[in-house]
C-alpha cells in the first residue's frame, strides 16, 4: 500500500494510526510520484490519498491520480483526495469558506473537518453513507471510499472506517 502525501496538517496522525495497526506501507510525496510509479516494480494494491491544501476546482489536473483509477486499486480518499475521486468520476463540488471544526453527524459522531471545498452530488456508482450539513462526507463504490473529513485525527475513527478498508 502506498500513502500519497500532499501537504496535509494531519499527515502525522494518519501515519501513526497506520502504524499503531500494523499496516505496512510507503510514504510516496506528489511531487515524487512519477518517479515512484516508473521505478516501483511491487504490486500497487491499495492507495490512500490525504488531504491537501490544494483545491480541486481551481487545480484539477493531477493526471497521475488518473492512472490509479484506471487500475484495479483500492483508494481511499480523505478530504481533498475524496473530492479528487469525486470530481473525476462525474460529482459535484463546491466551493465554500473555510469549514473547520467538530460537527455532530446525523448519528451523533463528533467527527473534525478542516476544508474549503464540499462534495455536494455523486453519480449512481457511489454509494452515500452519510452526509451532514447537506454535503456528503463518506461515500463509496465497489472500489474507493472517500472521507470529507479526517478520521486520522481520532484513532476510534480511523480504526472504525479505515482500517476495515485496508484490511480487506
Not at 454535503?135 to 463504490?141: G, L, R
Amino acid at each position: 500500500m502506498i500513502l500519497v502525501v500532499y501537504f496535509d496538517e494531519f499527515f502525522k496522525n494518519l501515519v501513526k494510526r497506520l502504524k499503531e495497526n500494523g499496516v505496512d506501507f510507503e510514504i510516496v510525496k506528489y511531487d515524487n510520484l512519477e518517479n515512484f510509479i516508473l521505478s516501483n516494480s511491487k504490486q500497487i494494491d491499495k492507495v490512500i490519498i490525504t488531504g491537501s491544501k490544494k483545491r480541486i476546482l481551481r487545480e484539477h489536473d493531477f493526471p497521475l491520480l488518473e492512472t490509479f483509477m484506471k487500475q484495479n486499486i483500492k483508494i481511499i480518499g480523505i478530504c481533498f483526495g475524496f473530492q479528487y475521486l469525486a470530481y473525476k468520476t462525474g460529482g459535484k463540488l463546491m466551493e465554500c469558506e473555510k469549514f473547520i471544526g467538530i460537527r455532530n453527524t446525523e448519528t451523533g459522531e463528533h467527527l473534525y473537518f478542516n476544508h474549503y471545498d464540499i462534495v455536494t452530488d455523486l453519480p449512481k456508482k457511489w454509494k452515500i453513507i452519510a452526509k451532514i450539513d447537506g454535503f456528503i462526507n463518506i461515500a463509496a463504490t465497489e472500489k474507493w471510499i472517500g472521507f470529507q473529513f479526517h478520521p486520522e485525527k481520532n484513532s476510534k475513527h480511523f480504526t472504525h472506517y479505515i482500517l476495515p478498508f485496508l484490511l480487506s
